[in-house]
């Protein structure tokens, strides 16, 4: 008898701590979520100014990751091959495909010259930062525009080249960062 009060005793003062808890949780689950979304914001606050240092101090590199053509189609890209690289006052653009030998010996065409146009502007309302680029390359006698755009880990890049738009996707980083491979055009040569 003694057990069985002990027990209904232990499960009551149990089933009580456990109410105050549930009733504790919730106040803290909401604590959470802000103090979550807080953090959010600052880390995004952080890495968009860190891009933005790197857009003025001209050392950036774009590995896609997504090729996007201008009517829809996607491909999945190696972003060691697939970049953009900005250092200084010259800029490399690079397109390549494992799969293939192209003019530059990785299944594709590096686009390197220097920059005429270079604009950094920030969204103050989306919080996206960005570039415009404007460059001509020995290849092509067009003028290739890039709009280099920037939303905390993403990196996103639309190239125009005579009316023919290409979009690359992909993580940013600076050049000491990079794992690229710069291939050279043996058209060049």
């Keep these: 008898m003694k057990n069985r009060i002990i027990i209904i005793i232990a499960?009551?003062?149990?089933?009580?701590?456990?109410?105050?808890?549930?009733?504790?949780?919730?106040?803290?689950?909401?604590?959470?979520?802000q103090a979550k979304k807080e953090q959010r914001q600052q880390e995004y606050a952080a890495k968009?100014?860190?891009?933005?240092?790197?857009?003025?101090?001209?050392?950036?590199v774009l590995e896609a990751n997504l090729l996007l053509g201008q009517k829809g189609e996607t491909v999945q890209a190696s972003p060691n091959i697939n970049f953009i690289a900005?250092?200084?006052?010259?800029?490399?653009?690079?397109?390549?495909?494992?799969?293939?030998?192209?003019?530059?010996?990785?299944?594709?065409?590096?686009?390197?010259?220097?920059?005429?146009?270079?604009?950094?502007y920030e969204n103050e309302k989306s919080g996206v930062v960005g570039v415009r680029i404007r460059y001509t390359n020995l290849l092509s006698r067009d003028v290739i525009t890039i709009d280099l755009s920037i939303?905390?880990?993403?990196?996103?890049?639309?190239?125009?080249?005579?009316?023919?738009?290409?979009?690359?996707?992909?993580?940013?980083?600076?050049?000491?960062?990079?794992?690229v491979f710069k291939a050279d055009n043996i058209r060049n040569y």
């Design 151 to 179: 939303n905390g880990d993403r990196a996103s890049a639309r190239v125009n080249t005579a009316g023919r738009i290409l979009t690359m996707q992909g993580n940013y980083m600076t050049a000491a960062e990079s794992t």
């Design 86 to 120: 900005i250092s200084g006052e010259d800029i490399h653009m690079q397109l390549g495909s494992a799969n293939g030998i192209g003019w530059n010996g990785v299944g594709g065409v590096t686009f390197d010259g220097k920059m005429s146009v270079y604009e950094i």
């Design 48 to 60: 968009q100014a860190k891009a933005l240092k790197m857009l003025q101090d001209k050392d950036i």
């Design 11 to 33: 499960a009551m003062f149990f089933s009580f701590g456990l109410y105050a808890q549930n009733g504790e949780e919730e106040m803290t689950k909401k604590e959470r979520r």
